[in-house]
């Protein structure tokens, strides 16, 4: 017989993992049993400012009231077809995306891999079927230092050694440019050119912003040279910047948009290719699928995140207490920081290496209850739920002045 989780210490559970987990993961030494809004439980009662939200999957923090209320309506009726099926949800899910992110079709899947994967695929089909490129020629362009996934064709292109190195033989077909830098782009586009898949702004990189005009730039140079421009908002999406997307604080429209996370709404994966009419509908039946793609759990959940995303309160919180973040962060600077990039409620923070590596602010926060995670070497990223309060985000940011002394 097993105890009951609950009779057992954090302590004992990360005992526990270590022999039966794979090691693909380094998380900070809390185990999280509960949680709720911006706050969470460990085992032992102790409580958590989430400073992370998921990676931006819980944008609207933990078990939203809405979320969760059409998640359990939807456990109560219906939670499977697959698409062999038509199910009740996904019409409204579809349309009311589609609505939100001002383009016409949509390509449920579940992870955010995934909708890179399809987007990918897309790209290629229509490369071959509307631009005319020679079979098994097409090549899409990406920046470099991106992040957009762990399968074996998306860490083909990745820059990060860790990601790739022991993964090959590796997909051909992309090409690597420097990002924030259009006269690269320009060159590395061609007659075979699909497709310009690029992050508005790089998460994982260390919250990455592009200069004004980039994407303004991204968008004049792909319609130009008659190639798509992919904007992969998975983790800037839906809110987390301010604006419903990145791409909006430019008034950018790309032909292909990529979601997932926050879609989610911190319940079920939920991932999409949004697109032009003319690109995703080279998809014809067979060609492309998922068993778990479009379920309606996954269409009820999706949707009520969109009416959320709707009323526009998420997008004006993200840009309201981005201020506040900007100026704590601002002042931090010089005692501790070196510098930080910010675009609403997320920043990508450089931490100077006499005040320590991301790793041990991490940890050292974790004891001050707040939860961050490092990116590289010495930045972490603060992406809290849009939901969080100035008193709360005023909190953490003294709590990361505090853990800033040196050693
Ligand atoms: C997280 C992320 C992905 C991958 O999403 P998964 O759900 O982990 O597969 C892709 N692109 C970007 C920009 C991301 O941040």
Known sequence: MTAPVTTRTSADLIRAEEPV???????????????EGTWVE????????DMLAGYSALNFGHRHPALIEAAHRQLNRLTLTSRAFHNDKLAEFAERLAELTGLDMVLPMNTGAEAVESGIKVARKWAYDVKGVPADQATIVVAAENFHGRTTTIVSFSTDETARAGFGPFTPGFR??????????????????????????????????????????????????????????IQSGLGR???TLAVDHESVVPDVLLLGKALGGGIVPVSAVVARRDVLSVLRPGEHGSTFGGNPLAAA????????????????????????????????????????RARGLWAGVDIDPAFGTGREIGERLLREGVLVKDTHGSTIRLAPPLTITADELTGALGALEKVLTRD
């Open 301 to 340: 959940v999706g949707t009520a995140v969109v009416e959320l995303l709707e009323t526009g309160e998420f997008q004006h919180r993200a840009s309201e207490l981005g201020v506040v973040l900007r100026d704590g962060l601002t002042e931090l600077v010089g005692k501790g920081v070196l510098g930080f």
């Open 42 to 49: 460990d085992v032992e009662g102790r409580r958590y400012l």
């Open 176 to 233: 690597i440019v420097p990002y924030n830098d259009l006269a690269a782009l320009e060159a590395a586009i061609d007659e075979t050119t699909a497709a310009v898949l690029l992050e508005p702004i790089q998460g994982e990189a260390g919250v990455m912003i592009p200069d004004d005009g980039y994407l303004t730039g991204v968008r004049e140079l792909t319609r130009r040279k008659g190639c798509l421009f992919i904007a992969d908002e």
């Open 21 to 35: 987990l794979a090691h693909n993961y380094h998380p900070l030494p809390v185990v999280v049993a509960r949680a």
């Open 241 to 243: 910047t301010g604006r």
